[in-house]
T-cell receptor
Framework: NAGVTQTPKFRVLKTGQSMTLLCAQD?????MYWYRQDPGMGLRLIHY???????AKGEVPDGYNVSRLKKQNFLLGLESAAPSQTSVYFC??????????????FGPGTRLTVL | GDSVTQMEGPVTLSEEAFLTINCTYT??????LFWYVQYPGEGLQLLLK?????DKGSNKGFEATYRKETTSFHLEKGSVQVSDSAVYFC????????????FGRGTSLIVHP
């Protein structure tokens, strides 16, 4: 199992450019999440999905869109990048287990710089 | 709503020192509790977890006990190594219906030889 993978690993954008970050998981997990991590801020949830075809907003959704067309993939889009979106982005997935709140599995991260 | 409070870092120790990282929580229900570790340049990975009161999670010499009476889940290790240098995140996840875990802000641990 590859677990949770993210592409690309690094990216530099100019202000106003668009891009899509891809997250893929091969563990058949129902739940998937996108976080951003900034110094001193911990992890902040951008969007999440509780199943194929469903998405919901997290704590900091502005400037981002997501799609979950296939259960194993969760895409994060930036339509018009801004310097404030310079960050490290982490994807995570989690299984659904009856009566138990289980572990999240994280990808290795994408380091994005917006100039 | 739910919240997790961790001691601020960085925590700086010499090799073989005793480690405690404090974590307290507030929750509306009866959550599972987790410690995740993030090594430099990597994503978070589960270190240990506990799903009910008085449970002790343990892994790689680290331990934490779920204390419902004090709403705490403090992380301890008897003898740290340089390789333990990382950022440690305490987290909780409510059972039944809540999809979103709550994370603390993370505590950086630096271990010197």
């Amino acid at each position: 199992n590859a677990g949770v993978t993210q592409t690309p690993k690094f990216r530099v954008l100019k202000t106003g450019q668009s891009m899509t970050l891809l997250c893929a998981q091969d563990m058949n997990h129902e739940y998937m999440y996108w976080y951003r991590q900034d110094p001193g801020m911990g992890l902040r949830l951008i969007h999440y999905s509780v199943g194929e075809g469903t998405t919901a907003k997290g704590e900091v959704p502005d400037g981002y869109n997501v799609s979950r067309l296939k259960k194993q993939n969760f895409l994060l889009g930036l339509e018009s990048a801004a310097p404030s979106q310079t960050s490290v982005y982490f994807c995570a997935s989690r299984p659904v287990l009856a009566g138990v709140a289980d572990t999240q599995y994280f990808g290795p991260g994408t380091r994005l710089t917006v100039l | 709503g739910d919240s997790v409070t961790q001691m601020e870092g960085p925590v700086t120790l010499s090799e073989e020192a005793f480690l405690t990282i404090n974590c307290t929580y507030t929750a509306t229900g009866y959550p599972s509790l987790f410690w995740y570790v993030q090594y430099p340049g990597e994503g978070l990975q589960l270190l240990l977890k506990a799903t009910k009161a008085d449970d002790k999670g343990s892994n790689k010499g680290f331990e934490a006990t779920y204390r419902k009476e004090t709403t705490s889940f403090h992380l301890e290790k008897g003898s740290v190594q340089v390789s333990d240098s990382a950022v440690y995140f305490c987290a909780l996840s409510e059972k039944g219906g809540s999809y979103i875990p709550t994370f603390g802000r993370g505590t950086s641990l630096i271990v010197h030889p």
